[in-house]
T-cell receptor, first 111, second 116 residues
Framework: AQSVTQPDIHITVSEGASLELRCNYSYGATPYLFWYVQSPGQGLQLLLKYFSGDTLVQGIKGFEAEFKRSQSSFNLRKPSVHWSDAAEYFCAVGGPYKLSFGAGTTVTVRA | DADVTQTPRNRITKTGKRIMLECSQTKGHDRMYWYRQDPGLGLRLIYYSFDVKDINKGEISDGYSVSRQAQAKFSLSLESAIPNQTALYFC???????????????FGPGTRLTVL
């Protein structure tokens, strides 16, 4: 069975500081991994995805994520957070048929 | 124009009423999905469809039914709504599986459903 754990329910970060969101997955084969962002009142937007190849993946809005097979992790990072990054972030793992999402991490940005 | 649209965007209804949520897409994708989002639980898959004649239950299909009227349309019905079906509902689409590449899902804006 496939599953995703996002250990942090809520993170508060100062504007300009770095951000790291954790994601651990369980999947029986080579995983396909995604990070989505949901701004308040909005749908989900894809930030980045990993299928194969380079384990450090660059996404939109200055985000990146690193796939670590040995740790079953796919953590999301941003070097310098902007106030507009306040949102809920979802990690997802999938195969040919469907995605499984984590419970999400809410990010609050303080001035 | 949005690629994936959902109607209505907001709906308040009463226990026992039948409700239909509709999803349309202009992306030309074969696959469509319905999810519900609840605080602290993330998104959970209700039903998914790989083409008009292929419909599958997800992890929380009880109390829901779906209809794939055309490649571009996928409706979710609550035959007799109950308060614990109050949630944010998302439709998503993806292209068919192609060897070596999993195609990501594209989401609609969501429908906020409240069952009183």
């Amino acid at each position: 069975a496939q599953s995703v754990t996002q250990p942090d329910i809520h993170i508060t970060v100062s504007e300009g500081a770095s951000l790291e969101l954790r994601c651990n997955y369980s999947y029986g084969a080579t995983p396909y991994l995604f990070w989505y962002v949901q701004s308040p009142g909005q749908g989900l937007q894809l930030l980045l995805k990993y299928f194969s190849g380079d384990t450090l993946v660059q996404g939109i809005k200055g985000f990146e994520a690193e796939f670590k097979r040995s740790q079953s992790s796919f953590n999301l990072r941003k070097p310098s957070v902007h106030w507009s990054d306040a949102a809920e972030y979802f990690c997802a793992v999938g195969g040919p048929y469907k995605l499984s999402f984590g419970a999400g991490t809410t990010v609050t940005v303080r001035a | 124009d949005a690629d994936v649209t959902q109607t209505p965007r907001n709906r308040i209804t009463k226990t026992g009423k039948r409700i239909m949520l509709e999803c349309s897409q202009t992306k030309g994708h074969d696959r469509m999905y319905w999810y519900r989002q609840d605080p602290g639980l993330g998104l959970r898959l209700i039903y998914y469809s790989f083409d008009v004649k292929d419909i599958n239950k997800g992890e929380i299909s009880d109390g829901y039914s779906v209809s794939r009227q055309a490649q571009a349309k996928f409706s979710l019905s609550l035959e007799s709504a109950i308060p614990n079906q109050t949630a944010l509902y998302f439709c998503a689409t993806s292209d068919s599986w192609t060897g070596g590449s999993y195609n990501e899902q594209f989401f609609g804006p969501g429908t906020r459903l409240t069952v009183l």
